[in-house]
């Protein structure tokens, strides 16, 4: 597959099947996404991947703590809000999501179950932990938002699905009572993945990009 029809045709995956991938294949993934490139090379990522019964457990404690509106406590800020056009494609991209699964607007208990599925990891039999040394600042955290990119380009060429989820790091001292996240790295984002439950509603939506011309300048 080429990265141009990986990049086409992946897509966040909101429902996976139980099925565990065997671990050859988690780690033909993780060699590939290995590859991947950082300034000087440093290779800042860590990646916990976590799976079975540790995954359920985990789950179970995020859940509970986000039923009762725990506010997250990311090790990295999340944006404080989404103003003009970022505003605008959230909400569009939310639309979608909602629409997909029938969640007419304004029904909390449906909107809040939802949520709750980003800490059920979506059904997926296993996910992928990334933390970036806090002495390499945001351009550490750049090199693991590219891990992040390679990690899920390869999961498609592999037929595999994948979700990167800020969500899973809105309460990372639950997750670092799980996982051993190293002492002074920032947990950045997780990653559900597996195989995507093709039948499900809510894989069945795809999202939009803007044009070439809302982003890009030339200038000679
Ligand atoms: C860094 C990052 C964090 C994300 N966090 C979440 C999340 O917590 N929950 C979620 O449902 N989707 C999350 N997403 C998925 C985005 O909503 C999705 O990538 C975007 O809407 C574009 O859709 P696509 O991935 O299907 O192309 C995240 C994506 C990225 C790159």
């Given amino acids: 597959m080429s990265v141009v029809k990986a990049l086409s045709e992946r897509f966040s995956c909101r429902k996976f ?7 050859q294949k988690v780690h033909e993934l993780l060699i ?3 590859r ?3 300034w000087c090379n440093t290779q800042p990522w860590s990646v916990h991947i976590v ?5 359920v457990e985990l789950s179970h404690a995020l859940v509970e703590a986000a ?3 725990r506010p997250p406590v990311p090790d990295i800020e999340f944006p404080e809000k989404y103003i003009g056009q970022y505003k605008e494609r959230r909400k569009v991209c939310g639309l979608q999501l909602y629409k997909s699964v029938g969640i007419e607007r304004g029904n909390a208990e449906k909107t809040q179950n939802q949520l709750l599925e980003n800490f059920r990891f979506f059904g997926a039999p296993h996910a992928a932990f990334i933390s970036t040394p806090q002495e390499l600042g945001t351009y550490g955290a750049v090199d693991c938002g590219l891990y992040l990119s390679s990690f899920m380009l390869v999961a498609q060429e592999m037929g595999l699905a994948t979700i990167a989820q800020a969500a899973l790091a809105s309460y990372p001292d639950i997750v670092r009572q799980f996982v051993p996240i190293e002492e002074g790295r920032d947990l950045l984002c997780g990653i559900s993945f597996g195989l995507a439950d093709v039948t499900h509603p809510v894989n069945s939506y795809r999202t939009e990009r803007e044009t070439i011309d809302s982003i890009a300048a030339f200038h000679t």
């Fill in 17 to 23: 099947t139980p099925d565990k991938l065997p671990d």
């Fill in 32 to 34: 590939s996404a290995q």
């Fill in 36 to 38: 991947t490139a950082s």
């Fill in 51 to 55: 799976s079975g019964e540790l995954l």
């Fill in 67 to 69: 039923k009762i509106g």
